[in-house]
């Protein structure tokens, strides 16, 4: 994998002109772009940016947050607190993404999309409001584990890190994760799934692939 320097400044404007050129793949209205990334990379900073440089654009954006995704806590630690393979398999509601966010989007959604599902601090249901999305506008879904669920994303964003730096960037008390992220490398190879790959070991000089041609 070939990887150049750029700035997340310049990153984000290539991002943004590219998604301007982009069509829905499948005959959508609306667009779907995905950050993957274990939550050590930080992928919410790159599509919040990246919202914002679309709407200097004046295309209309939606952010959402897989962690508003979460099963309830007696789901997530039906087999402990730190159990690596529920977190790789159990702990996001990827049915509910699929009903909730990407059901909306689809050629004859209703562009209605829930932004969240579940405050994993109450362990409640958010009752957040459905948000329309207009024709025209842009989805951007940030989490870990997003590739291989067969989401119908129009780009793929992958923050990559090194085993050492994802290592370094995990707070102590996350580091039980690591395991998951190993094994989704091994099943999913993010790398070579992802339309962009952004190296973000050290997260002021991130590295990428460019846009796919």
Same mark, same amino acid.
């Given at each position: 994998? !070939?990887?150049?320097?750029? +700035?997340?400044?310049?990153l984000?404007?290539?991002?943004?002109?590219?998604?301007?050129? /982009?069509e =829905?793949?499948?005959?959508?209205? &609306?667009?779907?772009?995905g950050?993957?990334?274990a939550p050590? #990379?930080? /992928?919410? !900073?790159?599509?919040a940016?990246?919202?914002?440089?679309?709407?200097? &654009?004046?295309?209309?954006? @939606? *952010?959402v947050? /897989?962690?508003?995704?979460l099963r309830p806590?007696?789901?997530?630690?039906?087999?402990g &607190?730190?159990?690596?393979d529920?977190?790789?398999?159990g702990?996001?509601? +990827?049915?509910?993404?699929?009903?909730?966010?990407f059901g $909306?989007?689809? =050629?004859?959604?209703?562009? !209605?999309?829930?932004?969240?599902?579940?405050?994993?601090?109450?362990? !409640? #249901? +958010?009752?957040?409001? =459905? *948000?329309e999305?207009p $024709?025209?506008?842009?989805?951007? @879904?940030?989490?870990p584990?997003?590739l291989?669920?067969w989401f119908?994303f129009?780009?793929? *964003?992958? @923050?990559d890190?090194s =085993?050492a730096?994802?290592h370094r960037l995990?707070?102590?008390?996350?580091?039980? /994760? @690591?395991?998951?992220f190993?094994?989704?490398?091994?099943d +999913?190879?993010p790398?070579?799934?992802a339309? *962009?790959v952004?190296r973000?070991?050290?997260?002021?000089?991130?590295?990428?692939?460019?846009?796919?041609?």
């Amino acid at each position: 994998m !070939r990887l150049e320097a750029i +700035t997340w400044e310049r990153l984000t404007d290539a991002l943004a002109d590219r998604l301007l050129k /982009t069509e =829905p793949r499948d005959g959508a209205s &609306r667009l779907r772009v995905g950050f993957d990334g274990a939550p050590a #990379a930080g /992928t919410g !900073r790159p599509a919040a940016a990246l919202a914002e440089a679309l709407a200097l &654009r004046g295309r209309p954006t @939606l *952010v959402v947050d /897989t962690e508003g995704f979460l099963r309830p806590a007696s789901l997530r630690f039906e087999y402990g &607190r730190e159990d690596p393979d529920a977190y790789y398999g159990g702990w996001y509601d +990827t049915g509910a993404l699929w009903r909730e966010v990407f059901g $909306p989007l689809d =050629p004859d959604g209703s562009g !209605r999309v829930l932004p969240d599902l579940w405050d994993p601090a109450t362990d !409640r #249901a +958010t009752r957040s409001e =459905p *948000v329309e999305l207009p $024709p025209g506008g842009v989805l951007l @879904l940030h989490g870990p584990l997003l590739l291989g669920q067969w989401f119908p994303f129009d780009l793929t *964003v992958h @923050l990559d890190l090194s =085993p050492a730096a994802l290592h370094r960037l995990t707070p102590p008390e996350q580091r039980w /994760t @690591l395991p998951a992220f190993e094994r989704y490398g091994a099943d +999913t190879d993010p790398r070579a799934a992802a339309d *962009v790959v952004v190296r973000a070991d050290r997260p002021d000089h991130p590295a990428w692939t460019g846009l796919p041609d």
